[in-house]
């Protein structure tokens, strides 16, 4: 059975500042995702992991993938009050459903 | 408009009560999926469906029943609604024919079982 386990599940950061987080699972997947929810609404997809070492990048976010280490991060860099959601990683390689992570919450204050 | 829509999009029912929710596509992916959202536990997967004539049970399918109506259709059900049901339901779909498998997710139906 997969397990996904997200690190951490609130950050309050101030604008700015950098920050880290990690996503590991228990299970070999050859592939991850990374999706974003603001508060109330859908999940939106931000990043698709295809193979060990990717990295890929979007504005102020960066997300990488070690399948070995069976690790992802999303890496923020100077946080803006824009990016405040919560971000799930999704660890999966087959079609049948994915299993996700609790969350971060994160809060990014001026 | 958008590619996946759910109705409803709030319901308050009592214990009990029959309840289904809806989720159609436009996208043309063959591969739906149910989801439940709870505060802290991320999504969980209910149900899911290959085409038609696929349907296959999710980590969490005890008390739901589904039915795949049509290609761009896919239901589900709660035969009787319990108040540890109520949650954030989420629809999505993916491309058999993808390169990513990337799960594209409907607004979501607030359900409260009182």
């Known amino acids: 059975e997969l397990k996904v386990e997200q690190n951490p599940l609130f950050l309050s950061m101030q604008e700015g500042k950098n920050y880290t987080i990690y996503c590991n699972y228990s299970t070999t997947s050859d592939r991850l995702y990374w999706y974003r929810q603001d508060p109330g609404k859908s999940l939106e997809s931000l990043f698709v992991?295809?193979?060990?070492?990717a990295v890929k990048q979007e504005g102020r976010l960066m997300a990488s993938l070690d399948t070995k280490a069976r690790l992802s991060t999303l890496h923020i860099t100077a946080a803006v009050h824009d990016l405040s959601a919560t971000y799930f990683c999704?660890?999966?390689?087959?079609?049948?459903?994915?299993?996700f992570g609790k969350g971060t919450h994160l809060i990014i204050q001026p | 408009d958008a590619d996946v829509t759910q109705t409803p999009r709030n319901r308050i029912t009592k214990t009990g009560k029959r309840i289904m929710l809806e989720c159609s596509q436009t996208k043309g992916h063959d591969r739906m999926y149910w989801y439940r959202q709870d505060p802290g536990l991320g999504l969980r997967l209910i149900y899911y469906?290959?085409?038609?004539?696929?349907?296959n049970k999710g980590e969490i399918s005890d008390g739901y029943s589904v039915s795949r109506q049509a290609q761009a259709k896919f239901s589900l059900s709660l035969e009787s609604a319990i108040p540890n049901q109520t949650a954030l339901y989420f629809c999505a779909t993916s491309d058999l024919g993808g390169a990513y498998n990337e799960q594209f997710f409907g607004p979501g139906t607030r359900l409260t079982v009182l």
């Open positions: 469906s290959f085409d038609v004539k696929d349907i």
């Open positions: 992991l295809l193979s060990n070492g």
């Open positions: 999704a660890p999966g390689g087959g079609a049948d459903g994915l299993t």
